[in-house]
């Protein structure tokens, strides 16, 4: 029986006007960011209901039926099953054979091929859910090359900026997705609430950027020659040769067709294209590793997913677009005009005061971004994660499969206890895994998560925060910023003014390794936006511990504090220079923390940062990096690797270095790390065991004692004889092995996590509003016309109190906007647009254009329907 059932009347609303991070980003103090799916993926950066069931019904739209599950007590803590083997398959509709004949039993990925798509409607014994957070686009190298006698054309922003008229994103749509995708032309997320806010914004984006390849064409011949180009026989020549252009171009899905429709494109207004066919793990020291100016690549069909519903993408220009997106080449050579960087940064820090002056800035920065162009987006994908039918487990309404925060916490072999479960994924070990600056490819970070814990967790449905190891919270706002709240956990207060205290941690010294204090650094008593508060169960210390058998404490979480600020600073042993750009980001929002309790632990934070829902407000300090858990024990041995100059965490440093990127799972640094951790005589070097190596000591030594360094090492090198790695975390699962060279990892349950297996058994279909329009097929000029919006869900009106708007945008016969507000309610399920007499009198005769965006606060994925009607005189 099929989970995944489809209702035309969804779909084509979704074709209609669908459109990260990263960058959907959520924030709590570790920053969770779109990442660049293997399909690249990070991220950007989220109340839960009841596991699906769901039964077949004929219909002809999508429709999700739902029988609620009563979870039952039970005594099993950590995941349903024990073991989790997951295997690489690159091809999907091997994966669909491979999951029908029951070799597989999970395929976190998309399928988003027509005919894969559609064959896989047709298999009983596979079921899939829906997401729609994947999107495609092509990322450009925007360096210069380092030799003058070769060009590469991307380095001018004008001509990146004429590549979105050069490319048809309806026929990418139509043609290569078969339907399954929407254009995109911005970087506002498609499951986001700003996706209707501003859609008469997009609407004039993608009239302006529409695809008109004489108008490319001219604009960037008139670049090239400015450039000293000169066409010769309809081929671009510079300095006597043609200008080739390499194309990295994936092999995995539908970009392969997309690289080559580029190609395509860019052959016909004469340039020399050299297609490079790449597997994610082939491209990936080259686009994302390599050197920009050695000019290895000119574009690349990127792939990123959103993991979370995004709230707020107002982090996505700066991540995407700036060197403070993520520290790698490509993104380090990134360049920006001040009045698009300033508005990146504001819009990233929330540094506005009204929902008016966000749209406002919203607004400007929009056209700013198609004109610096660093990469140009293409479509949206409408996914569906297949899986076998007597398998259960939570997706991401956003994010899917592999983007899920709970997959590790419901994956689940029918109602039985143990086992285990087979998951297949394209790609896996792509990059170096390590906490600080690893592997940011969705794959990798599906298989991390499911290692770790967080404070927090985002709400596959809405991507509001909800507790997963804090207790509760206190969002303290300055009373006259916007900042609502949803849910009870947290409380929301109120004031007029926010001082940060003297003695709060406002900022780092490296060289000395102490914090320094508000008195310390300001003479002027400091004021914060913002304070968060956050409190964590009495009982964290005896229950928590890390997979070697570590309790977790206090050092943990003064380490992530540190390692916040520390590499950012050139006093640092491991300084790195990738990760100014994120910081200076950070710190100038940042006004201090404090720890006002170590029983129970209780954490304040005062920042300039704040987001619309309390809820996402909260900075948990919990021990989760940028790509991972990191335990203050097994994060020292790689602290003294780098400061040794034989490997580094980031791929940035240790491409500008020429050492190994840093890796606590598999390949040459094992090696390097067991050195720093045992010690190596005959390289004279004391491991971190002997000297009982305590990290920061004049900050740390305050949490951690000799005995305690002692006891975390020994965990930690008996882990590292029985495992074989130094991957440890606190989450349900743990890195039982990984083989890079066979592609396979096998999870284990970790039989120490404290809470129930059926804690988050408690997710629904998401109730994504269905929309009708209905109303007089000719309207004459003069005359009031009043049109009905039909909103349900499986067919039951959709009530009032969870819908937070509906707005209009009226097209007319030319295409213009010439009207647009908000639809007034008239009962449950149903609301109505009138467009009066002085709107519809000044219609151009001819077919005109009624859009309508449902915006609902059970979900955060807008709904769209469009109706057409005759405008006469």
């Known amino acids: 029986m099929k989970k995944l059932l489809f209702v035309t009347s969804f779909l084509a609303l979704l074709l209609i006007a669908c459109t990260a991070e990263p960058v959907e980003v959520v924030r709590e103090v570790e920053v969770i960011k779109e990442v660049e799916v293997t399909r690249e993926v990070e991220v950007v950066q989220e109340v839960v209901e009841e596991v699906e069931v769901v039964k077949e019904v004929e219909v002809e739209k999508i429709v999700e039926v739902v029988v609620e599950a009563t979870p039952v007590p039970v005594d099993r803590t950590g995941p349903w099953v024990d073991t989790v083997v997951v295997l690489e398959e690159a091809n999907a509709d091997a994966a669909i054979s491979r999951l029908e004949a029951g070799d597989i039993d999970v395929f976190a990925d998309d399928i988003g091929n027509p005919t894969s798509f559609a064959r896989l409607q047709e298999i009983d014994a596979i079921s899939s859910v829906q997401s729609f957070g994947l999107y495609y686009e092509i990322s450009f190298n925007p360096a210069a090359c380092a030799d003058e006698g070769v060009m590469n054309p991307f380095a001018n922003a004008a001509i990146r900026e004429a590549m979105n008229q050069l490319v048809d994103r309806d026929f990418i749509s139509t043609e290569i997705m078969g339907g399954l995708a929407t254009p995109r032309y911005v970087a506002i997320n498609a499951a986001s609430a700003d996706r209707g806010r501003f859609a008469a914004d997009i609407r004039a984006i993608e009239a302006q950027y529409a695809f008109n390849k004489e108008a490319a064409s001219a604009t960037i011949a008139a670049e090239m020659e400015a450039m000293g180009a000169e066409m010769v026989d309809g081929v671009w020549n510079f300095n006597g040769a043609p200008v080739e252009l390499s194309g990295l171009i994936r092999t995995e899905d539908q970009r392969t067709e997309i690289g080559d429709y580029v190609a395509d494109q860019l052959e016909d207004i004469g340039f020399t294209v050299l297609r490079d066919y790449k597997s994610s793990s082939e491209a990936s020291p080259i686009w994302l590793r390599g050197e920009p100016s050695d000019c290895a690549f000119n574009y690349y069909t990127g792939g990123w997913i959103s993991t979370a519903i995004s709230r707020d993408v107002g982090g996505n220009w700066q991540f995407f677009q700036t060197a403070a997106g993520l520290p790698f080449p490509l993104f380090q050579a990134y360049e920006n005009s001040d009045e698009f960087a300033d508005l990146a940064q504001r819009l990233n820090d929330s540094d506005y005061s009204t929902l008016e002056e966000r749209a406002e800035m919203i607004s400007a920065i929009l056209p700013l971004a198609m004109e610096e162009s660093q990469r140009i987006w293409l479509v949206d994908l409408q996914s569906a994660w297949p899986y076998r039918s007597e398998i259960s487990l939570s997706a991401d309404l956003s994010g899917g499969i592999s983007g899920s925060r709970f997959w590790p916490y419901t994956l689940r072999r029918g109602e039985e206890v143990g086992g285990s479960v087979t998951m297949a994924m394209p790609s896996i070990l792509t990059e170096a895994w390590n906490p600080i600056a690893g592997s940011n490819w969705i794959f990798d970070q599906s298989l991390i998560r499911a290692t770790g814990d967080a404070g927090t967790l985002p709400d596959p449905h809405t991507g509001l925060a909800i507790p997963q190891r804090i207790e509760g919270a206190t969002v303290t706002a300055q009373e006259d910023l916007p900042v609502g709240k949803t849910l009870d956990w947290v409380t929301l207060e109120k004031a007029a003014e926010i001082t940060v205290p003297d003695d709060a941690w406002v900022d780092w010294d490296a060289e000395t390794q102490t914090f ?51 590499q950012a600073k050139e006093g640092s042993a491991i300084y790195d220079e990738a990760q100014v750009a994120a910081f200076d980001s950070f710190i100038g929002t940042f006004k201090g923390t404090r720890v006002l309790s170590l029983d129970p632990l209780t954490i304040e934070t005062y920042t300039d940062a704040w987001s619309l829902d309390a809820e996402n407000g909260v900075n948990t300090w919990w021990p989760q990096y940028n790509q991972g858990e990191g335990a203050w024990h097994n994060l020292a041995i790689g602290i003294m690797a780098e400061t040794q100059g034989l490997t580094a965490f980031s791929a ?18 094992l090696e390097i790390l067991g050195n720093m951790l045992n010690g190596n005589e005959e390289e004279g070097i004391e491991g971190a065991a002997a000297s009982g190596f305590i990290p920061y000591e004049p900050t740390m030594g305050q949490f951690v004692t000799a005995d305690d360094a002692a006891a975390r090492y020994a965990n930690l090198q008996e882990w590292n004889r029985t495992r074989g790695h ?51 097929g000719r309207v004459t000029n003069g005359d009031e016309a009043a049109f009905d919006v039909i909103v349900t869900f499986n067919g039951e009106p959709y009530a009032m109190s969870d819908i937070s708007e509906v707005t209009y945008l009226l097209f007319d016969a030319t295409g213009a906007l010439v009207g647009q507000g908000s639809a007034d309610a008239v009962e449950d399920g149903l609301w109505q647009v009138t467009l009066g007499s002085d709107v519809t009198g000044d219609l151009e005769a001819g077919s005109s254009r009624l859009e309508v965006v449902v915006s609902s606060t059970r979900v955060a994925l807008p709904s769209l329907s469009s109706l057409e009607f005759v405008a006469s005189p």
Not at 730 to 754: C, D, H, M, S, W
Not at 755 to 776: C, Q, T, Y
């Open 726 to 776: 130094f991957w440890v975390g606190t989450g349900p699962f743990f890195l039982q092995r990984a083989y890079p060279v066979e592609g396979n990892v096998i999870l284990q349950r970790n039989t120490a996590y404290p809470d129930a297996a059926n804690k988050w058994d408690r997710f629904a279909a998401p109730a994504i509003a269905e929309v009708e329009l209905d109303g007089p």
């Open 516 to 566: 320094i204090t508000a008195s310390e650094k300001f003479t002027e008593t400091q004021t914060a936006l913002l304070k968060s508060t956050v409190t964590y169960p009495a009982d964290l210390w005896d229950t928590v511990t890390w997979h070697d058998g570590s309790a977790i404490s206090p050092a943990d979480f003064v380490m992530g504090m540190i390692l916040t600020f520390d």
């Open 652 to 669: 940035d440093k240790s491409t500008t270095n020429e050492i190994e990127h840093m890796s606590y799972v598999s390949g040459p640094t």
